[in-house]
């Protein structure tokens, strides 16, 4: 088998949706979703160069020669695309082997996983640009509410309607109703705007700005009982005395973990308020290497970790999965892909041990479901996501729905 062409598909969710195919010389063609990134289609499609005429099947070496091509092991923007060529090729290869490719990464550990609901900030639908800036697709028509873009370093922008959608009764009736649908974990964020937030840039917090934010997470807590976990997410907006305040103030909720209080890069500083803390502090949607996630474990002594699953990819996340079991680890899964991102995502949570959840970003976007042609449908159900015996990812996407949310100025596959 070789490969004759990779080419890609935007969809304007959300988020870009990124699909890869890998069309080949025998009847298999291949699909994964890739993180989103400016500019991103163009280097997957440069990869044409490298991978036309190569075997598909030899993936852990072909993942190798495209991470060195690009001055070995740069990050970011060429992971993205890495990973959306890499799970292309595991549901290739499971096609052409007729497995699923939870079988190709080890087997089973379990058929259900576990989703937790990114319940964001308030319930309001929201499409951002890969530059993080808000948009209007089509399909949102009047449902589109205008949201600041998430680029300050914190969240300005109060005003009176907040108060209904900032307050603790509206994160207790959202909570609610999640776990009316079945989900067992949920994230909130509470980096949002206060009437007391005093300076945008100096990653402090007052008592009030802490008071707030715990306000919001009681209330999901008294709201869903304590079978439910609960996860809060900041979007590395603090520094490491706001984190330490903000981290002990939680500590009675009993978090699942609370997620990039701080900035990813300085592992120390992330270490200092661990150690200062029961919260299980987590992180990792921005770190692509074994090496910063061991890091992370030994010398932050996290105990939870959130890789990006599209950011990594399978192969890769399966690695990282066996590194962090050695210290008994627990990875909680970032995810913001569509429909088959997700069952890409649900197929390495099948396959590893240590798994607490894999995310589910997509609950508001009205046609997640109505992209599967064959696979599970709802594919997100009470809560789970369920892997078939259906060979490489066992989900297909309807590429006359795909179509149909396109982006504008990008190629659809190779028209
Ligand atoms: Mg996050």
Redesign the pocket.
Known sequence: MKITRVSTAVLEANFDWTLVRIETDSPHTGFGEAFVGPGLTAVIREFNEILLGEDPTHIDRLLRRLRASVVYASPGLVWHAIGGIETALLDLLGKAHKMPVWQLLGGLYREEIPIYADCHGDDALNSISPLLLPRRPAWMGSQAEDIPARISIKHHGWDASREETHSPESYAAHAADMAARGFRILKFDVDVPTPYETDEYNRALSPMEIDFAVDLAKAVRLAVGPEVGLAI?C?WNYGAAAAVDLARALEPLRLLWL??VMPPENIPALGHVQRATSTPLATG?NHFFRLDFQRLITEAGLRVL?PDVQKLGLWEGRKLADLADLHYVNLTW?NISGPLGTMAGAHLCAATPNLLALEWHAASVPFFDELIARGPRPLVHNGKVRVTQEPGLGLEIDLDVAYKYKKPGEPFFQE
């Open positions: 997410d979007h997620e990039d949607e959130a970032h």
